[in-house]
């Protein structure tokens, strides 16, 4: 019987190792991670550059008109908006209710008593993961909790581990933070903090079962291969005998 030549093998090998010790599995950490206890629930959003903000002046409509409440108007990279009368005004890394103060200061030099409101419109946080419609949730408020997120991604799989839902979020101070909730358990659930804020990330981890279900296909894909490969081979040696 003649031997598979060198380099069929090397295939094979590629081929087997391609196929295992993928980890499918987001934000892991060796760190502890902790079960957040309810705590400052209040949460202000602080503009940024390149958000659209809604402005609008109650007294004085015809200085923002529909497209610009509606639309929203672009804060460049500099943080700055431009506004009929007032002209450039830096409003990143001021509150939405600072921002608003701000500028009413500023038309005040113009106008008498103006009254404006200032809203964020692109405010959003992400799930991803084991929900049916992962993507972008919208927010019209400043916080969010995840079971909104979850409905807005249309519900959980049957794959997903709700033990460990992973929320990858920011504290008060800008630092970035992880935490775990236990959707399963309602006495952990009710100490937990569920609430989200703009810019969270909620990961659902697929369960076990689906990683071995996931490995498994992953070896019968190699183990498709390998017939291919070896297909003419074992019909030559047919042949031959």
């Not at 003649?2 to 980890?23: A, E, H, M, N, W």
């Not at 009929?84 to 005004?89: A, G, I, K």
């Not at 981890?205 to 390998?226: G, L």
Request: charged share 25%.
């Amino acid at each position: 019987m003649k031997s598979i030549p060198l380099y069929i093998t090397v295939v094979l090998s590629i081929l087997f190792f391609s196929g295992c010790g993928r980890d499918r599995t987001m934000m892991k950490t060796d760190q502890p991670i902790r079960i957040k206890l309810k705590g400052k629930l209040y949460y202000d959003y602080i503009i940024k550059p390149h958000d659209r903000v809604s402005v609008i002046a109650y007294k004085y409509p015809e200085l923002t008109p529909t497209s610009m409440s509606e639309k929203g108007i672009l804060v460049d990279a500099d943080g700055y908006v431009s506004l009929p009368l007032v002209h450039r005004v830096k409003i990143a890394g001021l509150t939405q209710t600072k921002a608003s103060k701000l500028l009413e200061k500023r038309y005040a030099k113009f106008l008498k008593d103006p009254s404006l409101n200032l809203e964020v419109l692109n405010k959003r946080a992400y799930i991803l993961g084991e929900v049916k419609k992962p993507g972008v949730v919208p927010l019209d408020r400043e916080t969010s909790n995840i079971f909104e997120a979850i409905a807005i991604g249309e519900g959980l799989t049957d794959d997903a581990l709700r033990d460990s839902v992973m929320v990858l979020t920011h504290n008060y101070d800008g630092e970035p933070e992880l935490r775990r909730v236990d959707l399963s358990n309602y006495h952990t659930l009710s100490m937990s903090n569920i609430n989200i804020k703009p810019d969270d990330v909620i990961y659902i981890p697929p369960s076990a079962w689906k990683e071995f279900r996931v490995a498994a296909d992953n070896f019968s894909v190699i183990f498709q291969e390998i017939s291919k490969i070896a297909s003419p081979f074992v019909t030559l040696k047919y042949l031959s005998d």
